[in-house]
């Protein structure tokens, strides 16, 4: 099974976008200001994933603007986080999408949860894996980094990115792999330049999708990483907590990128909600409020 690529348009800009499989139940999977999804093919635990996800439905990627083989962007001007909304569906009108499952990764979480939020018609159901609706620190938000913490995550990057460097922090279980790291270095070159991911980190501290998760209507599957050093668990439990009816998902393990680790995963919690929510309007599961389950 063969990937096929495509672009969308959002105005004057082109958004490259990726299928793999034809399922009767789209899957769209965003990670925001991270990779290429072309590059993500070299990787033996990535393209299984994919491959799985397909067996029963159509996925569907992109690379956002300014990422990968989407148009670039100006980095004095990037578009702001909730245009990646926009993006979403931009590409589903033209993969002619009437609804899907949205799987918001990486920290496109924000953007994710806007998405349902204000197009639940288009939504069948939402998935945020390990990620967050917000990155910084405040009273009410004691878990997010401090402005400081994040300058020196900033700094750290430009010094080694390309290289591979941070794979203790992303990837703890794999520092011993060169094959890994070889690829996880040419994931970040491909990517973005050391400044515009300098700046997309930089734009990254200010979203704040935190006031929409209330208002959130679709069925809503949080899956987190409970033993990560940079996305404490607290990220995906308050996520959990402010959207109704939503469950929660504790993973074992700490490694931050999502498509690694347990590919399976994904194919059983996302093939669960696909049952219970298939691709029509006019139906809702319910489902506990608040409701965790740790996975083993």
């Known amino acids: 099974m063969e990937p096929s690529t495509g672009y969308a348009m959002l105005g004057d800009e082109s958004i490259a976008y990726q299928i793999i499989g034809d399922g009767p139940t789209d899957i769209i999977l965003t990670v925001g200001w991270w990779g290429s999804f072309d590059t993500d093919w070299d990787e033996p635990n990535i393209r299984a994933f994919f491959l799985q996800l397909a067996r029963f439905s159509r996925v569907i990627r992109f690379d956002r603007r300014g990422t990968g083989a989407s148009d670039p962007v100006p980095l004095d001007a990037l578009p702001p986080w909730e245009s990646l909304a926009d993006e979403i569906e931009a590409v589903m009108d033209a993969v002619g999408s ?52 994040i300058a020196t995550q900033v ?22 792999d060169p094959g890994f790291k070889r690829f996880f270095a040419k994931m970040q070159r491909t990517g973005a330049s050391p400044s515009a991911m300098q700046k997309y980190l930089e734009a990254e501290a200010t979203s704040d999708g935190r006031a929409v998760l209330p208002t959130i209507t679709v069925p809503t599957l949080v899956l987190h990483r409970s033993d990560s050093p940079a996305l404490p668990i607290e990220h995906g439990r308050y996520m959990a907590e402010h959207i109704p009816n939503a469950r929660l998902v504790e993973l074992p393990g700490g490694r931050r990128r999502p498509l690694l680790g347990v590919p399976g995963t994904l194919h059983c919690r996302g093939r669960g909600i696909r049952r219970r929510h298939p691709n029509r309007p006019g139906t809702r599961p319910s489902t506990r409020h608040g409701h965790v389950h740790r996975h083993r």
């Open 98 to 149: 009437e609804a899907a499952v949205i799987i918001a990764a990486g920290n496109s979480g924000p953007a994710g949860a806007l998405f349902a939020a204000t197009r639940p018609d288009r939504t069948i159901g939402l998935i945020l894996w390990h990620t967050s609706v917000r990155s910084l620190w405040d009273v009410a938000y004691p878990f997010g980094a401090t402005a400081e913490e």
């Open 155 to 176: 700094e750290a990057l430009l010094e080694g990115w390309g290289s591979g460097m941070l794979i203790d922090l992303a990837f703890p279980s794999r520092v011993g």
